[in-house]
């Protein structure tokens, strides 16, 4: 099955910086993704440096990386995350707009509860990384 993709707080530069704050505050993912008026990735802002009034500025983004799109492989994306030292990739349509945040943590729990499943289904992990059909080869 399709690994789901976590809907990311995202907000525009020139945007009211508060209600942003609140929204990113009150989610489990610490960042604030802000884009484009096209939806398309511009940066991250930690939390804390999202500031409590005015209006959301351009300064201090961190880059936005690393991009995915759906054609992405997960032993890409899980090499492409630890090579960046991020949490978080950017999924992205074909005009580079935003759908989604794959995490570390998403590929490692979605590979660990597609392993079990396998498992369950009489099928065993090898060494290499290849499924072994139930009963053996």
């Known amino acids: 099955g399709a690994l789901p993709l976590r809907r990311p707080i995202t907000a525009r530069i020139g945007d009211p910086a508060g209600p942003a704050r609140a929204r990113i505050l009150a989610d489990s993912f ?6 484009d008026p096209d939806e398309r990735p511009l940066g991250w802002l ?7 009034a005015g209006n959301l500025a351009g300064d ?3 880059p936005a990386l690393p991009i995915l799109d759906r054609r992405t492989t997960l032993k890409d994306a899980l090499s492409m995350l630890l090579d960046a030292d991020v949490q978080a990739g950017i999924v992205v349509d ?8 794959l995490t570390i943590d998403d590929v490692v729990t979605w590979l660990r509860s597609d392993a079990a499943s396998r498992a369950t289904a009489g099928g065993s992990i090898t060494e290499g990384g290849e499924t072994d059909p139930p009963g053996g080869r």
């Open 46 to 52: 930690d939390q804390a440096e999202v500031p409590e």
């Open 60 to 62: 201090g983004l961190q």
């Open 94 to 101: 074909h005009g580079d707009r935003v759908t989604g945040l």
């Open 30 to 35: 610490p960042y604030l993704l802000v884009v």
